[in-house]
């Protein structure tokens, strides 16, 4: 079938920006090697111009200097025209590229969106409060044991000297008087210094040892 009524042509690809500024970057070049020549012939009849004196083969030559300088103005309007469709093809493509980094930016974010709530879903609110309620009701009793540990055993904490200087004047007062009036037996201990016996034990503890390493 395809003998008798022809193939269909391949349909060509679609051009793209970055193909159409490589083609028109590709006729600046030539241009610009058009344009070097054309330079160089006018360099060139300006020279043999300023030797030659007024007359016309100097008018002759001057004629064909004014028609590569033509040429070369029209090479230059061409070349200029190209650049500026380049200039607008390369601000197309950056336009382009910006919005195609757009959508991507977005997909990311939508992406990122997706997953934060199905992570999300799992977290129990509810749950966490609870945990930072139980922290905190432990680090309550945390701190009251601390502070029964720090707490002092019946130890004021502002001692009055004058105080304790009047009890210990009475205390020795106290054995003055046991000793004048011969309370106890000679030597015996005074009653501040006496141990108390407990109700468990039957006989008291023998004094007369402890008087003496006193009085030694």
Same mark, same amino acid.
């Given at each position: 079938?395809?003998? %008798?009524?022809?193939? &269909?042509?391949? @349909?060509?690809?679609?051009?793209? %920006?970055? *193909?159409?500024?490589?083609?028109?970057?590709?006729?600046?070049? *030539?241009? /610009?090697? @058009?344009?070097?020549?054309?330079?160089?012939?006018?360099?060139?009849?300006?020279?043999?111009? *300023?030797?030659? !004196?007024?007359?016309?083969?100097?008018?002759?030559?001057? $004629? #064909?200097? %004014? @028609?590569?300088?033509?040429? !070369?103005?029209?090479?230059? &309007? $061409? !070349?200029?025209?190209?650049?500026?469709?380049?200039?607008?093809?390369?601000?197309?493509?950056?336009?382009?590229?910006?919005?195609?980094?757009?959508?991507?930016?977005?997909?990311?974010? @939508?992406?990122?969106?997706?997953?934060?709530?199905?992570?999300?879903? #799992?977290?129990?609110?509810? #749950?966490?409060?609870?945990?930072?309620?139980?922290?905190?009701?432990? %680090? /309550?009793?945390?701190?009251?044991?601390?502070?029964?540990? &720090?707490?002092?055993?019946?130890?004021?904490?502002?001692? /009055?000297?004058?105080?304790?200087?009047?009890?210990?004047?009475?205390?020795?007062?106290?054995?003055? =008087?046991?000793?004048?009036?011969?309370?106890?037996?000679?030597?015996?201990?005074?009653?501040? =210094? $006496?141990?108390?016996?407990?109700?468990?034990?039957?006989?008291?503890?023998?004094?007369?040892?402890?008087? #003496?390493?006193? &009085?030694?």
């Amino acid at each position: 079938m395809n003998r %008798l009524f022809g193939a &269909a042509a391949p @349909k060509p690809p679609k051009a793209t %920006l970055n *193909s159409a500024i490589s083609n028109i970057d590709t006729r600046i070049s *030539s241009i /610009d090697v @058009k344009l070097a020549s054309l330079t160089a012939e006018l360099t060139g009849y300006q020279t043999k111009l *300023s030797k030659l !004196r007024e007359g016309p083969g100097k008018t002759a030559l001057k $004629q #064909k200097a %004014l @028609k590569v300088l033509q040429r !070369r103005k029209q090479y230059e &309007a $061409q !070349r200029d025209q190209l650049q500026s469709q380049v200039w607008n093809m390369e601000q197309a493509q950056t336009m382009q590229d910006n919005l195609m980094n757009t959508i991507v930016t977005i997909d990311a974010l @939508k992406s990122t969106n997706k997953a934060l709530r199905k992570e999300y879903g #799992k977290v129990d609110i509810d #749950k966490i409060e609870r945990l930072q309620d139980e922290m905190a009701d432990l %680090l /309550d009793v945390g701190n009251e044991i601390q502070e029964s540990l &720090a707490r002092s055993y019946d130890v004021p904490e502002d001692v /009055d000297e004058a105080e304790l200087d009047a009890e210990l004047e009475a205390l020795g007062q106290e054995v003055e =008087m046991e000793r004048e009036f011969g309370m106890g037996a000679e030597g015996a201990v005074p009653s501040f =210094m $006496q141990d108390e016996v407990p109700e468990f034990i039957d006989e008291a503890p023998t004094t007369a040892g402890k008087v #003496k390493e006193v &009085a030694g």
